[in-house]
């Protein structure tokens, strides 16, 4: 065991060239608390230290998981004030809520330069296997316990898994609704863990962001985030939210980061939401951005101080999660055909290796890779792809078709060819997506070649979830759910034949049941991000067999 405290957006960009399309085709519940004081907002004034920002774990191994929380020492000691001074923090983890028997315990320190988070990196711990465990701070009369979490190890390297099943959310907008999504994940008891794959975070000022200029609440700062103070206080405010604390109690979160967790759009060099001189030197801009999510993710820092990373679980299945925002090239102008440019990359060159040599060692039945942005190419228009290809080479334009959104791996096709190159080339199957990012729920075929597809081969699937509460086409358009969705979302299927379904309007997340026959997505739908009490309901399943490469439709959740 260690212990250490840590030292024009292009989805509006698609869902507009979607409804664009469109109009050219013809008509756990709360987290437990124990019987020792427990800290809330309201005694913050009153009692110090306290835990207003929840607990979480994160990263499950077979013998260990990451414990993550942070201590309010004293009264005004928020999140990036650098204020209240350094306190010795007591963790421990038991098999029963009640800590009758503890498995492993230890004390950290939280301090300052750390922004008062603490994590502990528990090892020795039994394989698939739940835990609870639990923080402790001050002393006598004034020693506070924190909400009790609830974790999981993963199975054993080696071991014959019967199934996993992950929650899978991705695009949580502060502003632009509520949390629910998380509620309704926190109280189901079957899941091994959650993904988080990506905006955990906007950066937005208040008022930018959502389409409608209206925020439902307002975050903290009010200002566009730069620093590391903006950082840690913004990362301070979503943890406050009860769903998202419900979230992390209740199970461990794997996470990586996508654009936001920056800057609209980000890049290894800059990104669309920076203007330098103005906004300062975007370097220093990351590097800030990277030290607060460090600080306040139960997320292990990976090669070079990233999030691409690999975690297992037995012989089911390995999870490749992927970084592609700090290696990747600038991003090319829409329509252009530099988006072929074999120079420019999305993953990097030390990634995609990495990543090619994971999925060809791996013994795994099923190899989960995810992903921030899309894989799977989609072209919009009215022509299909099959005539897009000819026209795009005549006119040096994309040759997989016009790529709307150059943000995805569409706009870094060469990477895509390679990655896809070799899952043929060295007979890699069972691969498949997890993708956020672009708002709406997709399943998608990931095909050798999408311009003959589908006499072409499929190369993978892919599963997109769609977002916690950020914006999608009903809201950018502020229409009603469907009024333009239905025939947008037909005239994508029809030019995107490996697109089997796609759903442009909800909000919501999905759950991943993986067996040794097959991988489903099942996926879930909220009544209304704007209210608080919001319900949550079944939509679609789709799975893909083994061995198949393809997508189909399932009748029913696994549960």
């Known amino acids: 065991m260690t212990s250490r405290h840590v030292s024009s957006p292009s989805r509006r960009t698609v869902v507009r060239a979607a409804a664009a399309t469109a109009a050219a085709v013809p008509v756990l519940a709360t987290a437990t608390t124990t019987s020792a004081t427990t800290a809330s907002a309201s005694e913050a004034t009153a009692l110090a230290p306290a835990f207003l920002h929840g607990v979480a774990s994160g990263d499950p191994l077979p013998d260990g998981v990451l414990l993550w929380t942070r201590v309010t020492p004293e009264p005004g000691a928020e999140p990036g004030s650098g204020l209240g001074a350094d306190t010795p923090v007591r963790w421990e983890i038991a098999e029963d809520r009640e800590f009758t028997a503890t498995a492993a315990s230890?004390?950290?320190?939280?301090?300052?330069?750390?922004?008062?988070?603490?994590?502990?990196?528990?090892?020795?711990?039994?394989?698939?296997?739940?835990?609870?465990?639990?923080?402790?701070a001050g002393t006598g009369d004034g020693e506070v316990r924190s909400p009790v979490g609830r974790t999981r190890t993963a199975p054993a390297t080696g071991a014959s898994v019967a199934g996993v099943r992950f929650g899978v959310v991705s695009c949580a907008n502060w502003e632009a609704g509520w949390f629910s999504a998380y509620r309704h994940l926190a109280a189901r008891t079957d899941l091994d863990a959650v993904l988080h794959l990506g905006d955990y975070l906007y950066e937005y000022g208040t008022g930018e962001y959502p389409t409608q200029g209206a925020a439902l609440r307002e975050h903290r700062p009010a200002h566009e985030i730069l620093n590391l103070a903006d950082y840690r206080a913004r990362h301070g405010t979503y943890k406050t939210d009860t769903d998202l604390q419900s979230l992390h109690a209740a199970h461990p979160v794997i996470a990586i980061w996508d654009d936001h967790e920056f800057a609209n759009d980000a890049w290894s060099g800059g990104a669309q939401n920076h203007t330098p001189g103005a906004e300062g030197v975007w370097a220093e801009r990351v590097a800030a951005a990277k030290q607060a999510y460090f600080e306040w993710?139960?997320?292990?820092?990976?090669?070079?101080?990233?999030?691409?990373?690999?975690?297992?679980?037995g012989r089911l299945a390995d999870l490749h999660l992927l970084d592609l925002r700090s290696f990747r090239s600038e991003q090319a102008s829409i329509g252009s055909g530099s988006v072929d440019d074999p120079e420019r990359t999305v993953t990097g060159r030390a990634q995609l290796d990495w990543l090619k040599a994971g999925l060809a060692g791996s013994d795994a039945v099923w190899k989960l890779v995810g992903t921030s942005v899309m894989i799977s190419p989609v072209a919009f228009g009215a022509l299909p792809a099959h005539l897009l290809e000819p026209i795009a080479g005549l006119l040096g334009l994309p040759k997989e078709g016009l790529a709307v959104n150059v943000d995805q791996w569409d706009?870094?096709?060469?990477?895509?060819?390679?990655?896809?190159?070799?899952?043929?080339?060295?007979?890699?199957?069972?691969?498949?997506?997890?993708?956020?990012?672009?708002?709406?729920?997709?399943?998608?075929?990931?095909?050798?070649?999408?311009?003959?597809?589908?006499l072409s081969a499929s190369a993978a699937t892919e599963f997109v979830v769609t977002s916690?509460?950020?914006?999608?086409?009903?809201?950018?358009?502020?229409?009603?759910?469907?009024?333009?969705?239905l025939v947008a979302a037909t005239a994508v299927r029809t030019a995107n034949r490996h697109v089997k379904w796609v759903d442009?309007?909800?909000?919501?997340?999905?759950v991943l049941d993986v067996t040794a026959e097959r991988s489903q997505m099942d996926y879930y739908v909220l009544s209304d991000k704007t209210a608080k009490d919001a319900t949550s309901s079944w939509t679609r399943s789709y799975r893909t067999r083994r061995g198949t490469q393809r997508i189909e439709r399932a009748d029913r959740p696994v549960r």
Request: hydrophobic share 35%.
């Open 297 to 313: 993710m139960p997320v292990r820092a990976s090669t070079e101080g990233t999030v691409y990373r690999r975690l297992r679980f």
């Open 106 to 136: 230890g004390t950290t320190l939280a301090a300052a330069p750390f922004d008062h988070t603490v994590k502990a990196d528990v090892r020795g711990l039994r394989p698939a296997t739940t835990y609870y465990f639990r923080f402790t």
């Open 411 to 454: 706009g870094y096709t060469d990477d895509r060819k390679e990655l896809i190159g070799h899952l043929r080339e060295r007979g890699i199957t069972d691969t498949v997506f997890l993708t956020g990012d672009i708002h709406m729920a997709w399943a998608n075929e990931v095909p050798v070649r999408a311009a003959t597809y589908p």
């Open 504 to 510: 442009m309007d909800s909000h919501g997340y999905g």
């Open 468 to 485: 916690v509460t950020s914006d999608n086409l009903d809201d950018i358009l502020r229409v009603a759910p469907q009024t333009v969705s």
